[in-house]
């Protein structure tokens, strides 16, 4: 089991970008890593999943605006995020396999 930390959340106008960053403390090379987001008063929802050989998958909200890739040799997931909308607005996770996660990091889009 790894711990994962995200970074690269901030505050930025609405049509801007953003790229998030999940690190892992070791080796996600065999695991799929999953980007979920939950906007305040909202359930989590799903974003993107990238799956350990490196086939991806979107939310359709955010499809053709944001894409995930990952860097095994850096045990790191980024999730580019462009164009982006107040309801873009949330605190995104990563976890892998769905067993680890992240403590999250704030994204507020203004407009």
């Known amino acids: 089991q790894v711990e994962l930390v995200e970074s690269g959340g901030g505050l930025v106008q609405s049509g801007g970008s953003l790229r998030l960053s999940c690190a892992a403390s070791?080796?996600?090379?065999?695991?799929?890593v999953t980007w979920y987001r939950r906007a305040p008063g909202s359930s989590r929802e799903f974003v993107a999943q990238i799956l350990a050989n490196g086939e991806v998958s979107y939310d359709g909200s955010v499809k053709g605006r944001f894409t995930i890739s990952r860097d095994n040799a850096r045990n790191t997931v980024y999730l580019q995020m462009n164009s982006l909308k107040v309801e873009d607005t949330a605190v995104y996770y990563c976890?892998?396999?769905?067993?680890?996660w992240g403590p999250g990091t704030q994204v507020t889009v203004s407009s």
């Open positions: 070791g080796s996600i090379s065999r695991m799929f």
């Open positions: 976890t892998s396999d769905n067993v680890s």
